[in-house]
């Protein structure tokens, strides 16, 4: 089984100083496989927040854990006109990592982040023709048996945004990346993005769009709260790539608990969901679940 925690939308420059010390304090405890942290490192890719939260990847790293790491959007400059378009991921590159395309595989799974921030778009992403080629070639030889994880700051599919149901846009290039997903078998696609926690079979989101389990994460430690949601992350468990558990690590004000926890299965095709646990949903928080039998 593969323990995965997975964080994003951390905005150094946005964010609070005790969330982050505890979300160091919760994974030195809990040890996960991986840590993967799924885009907006920074607020407003300042050097002085790319400064912090190199420091922070760092003192994980120096734990021994493990990590993927992506850029986001928040990570090109805004206002930097010269740089946005000149080296938009440059102090990414120097302060976090240069590769913008990691690839991690053990025993159990194969997990590929690609990076969807771009500089002529303020907040949308997409992917380019050479990262789907990148994405089928990377998981062709990986043994049918292990799970298949794809991750991107933005999520591939629209998405709902709010509690009117009003759905975002979805990546650029959205059918040509969804088709590269599905002929890659991608069978679980983490996102972050929209500070929202979010989960739901592909193929009820999309038409042909594979077996995939689309899973999004909320901001693990900005200020910036959307919808109401506390800070949280997800904590994964994967057993196979049929069989998956969630839970919603969540901040109720002093420490981060855990909270909604809802088991996956996969049968003929068709996700199904079943909560374990809602003893410390905090404050009333779930996964906004629509994958049903």
């Known amino acids: 089984m ?3 925690a997975h964080l994003s939308d951390i905005h150094f420059g946005a964010n609070d100083p005790k969330i982050v010390a505890a979300t160091e304090a919760w994974l030195h405890q809990q040890q996960p496989d991986l840590v993967i942290i799924s885009g907006d490192l920074t607020q407003r890719a300042r050097q002085e927040q790319f400064r912090e939260a190199s420091a ?6 120096a734990a021994g854990l493990k990590l993927l790491v992506i850029p986001g959007n928040h990570d090109v400059p805004l206002y930097d006109i010269f ?3 000149g080296a938009p991921l440059r102090r990414y590159k120097r302060y976090i990592s240069n590769d913008l395309c990691p690839f991690y595989e ?5 997990i590929l982040g690609l990076n969807t921030a771009r500089s002529l778009t303020i907040k949308d992403g997409r992917l380019n023709h050479e990262q789907m080629r990148m994405m089928r070639e990377r998981f062709a030889p990986v043994a049918a048996a292990k799970t298949r994880i794809l991750v991107t700051h933005h999520p591939l599919f629209a998405m709902p945004i709010g509690k009117g149901g009003e759905l975002s846009e979805a990546v650029g290039r959205h059918d040509d990346a969804v ?4 002929d ?3 069978h679980i696609a983490l996102a972050g993005h929209f500070h929202r926690t979010y989960a739901e079979a592909a193929q009820k989101m999309v038409a042909d769009a594979g077996g995939a389990l689309v899973i999004q994460a909320g901001t693990a430690t900005s200020t910036r709260l959307r919808n109401a949601e506390p800070q949280s992350f997800n904590w994964l468990h994967v057993r196979h790539f049929d069989d998956i558990e969630l839970q919603v690590v969540v901040w109720d004000g002093a420490s981060f608990q855990r909270g909604h926890h809802v088991a996956y ?3 003929d095709g068709a996700w199904t969901a079943r909560e374990i646990s809602d003893a410390r ?3 009333g928080m779930k996964v906004a679940v629509a994958a049903r039998a």
Do not use: H, P, S, Y
Not at 56 to 61: A, D, G, P, Q
Not at 179 to 182: E, T, V
């Open 106 to 110: 053990d025993d159990e799974v194969a």
């Open 83 to 85: 740089r946005r378009f």
């Open 56 to 61: 922070w990847v760092n003192r994980l790293r």
């Open 179 to 182: 088709k590269a997903a599905r």
């Open 265 to 267: 299965r996969q049968q």
């Open 184 to 186: 890659a078998g991608i």
């Open 2 to 4: 593969a323990r995965i």
């Open 281 to 283: 949903a905090a404050q």
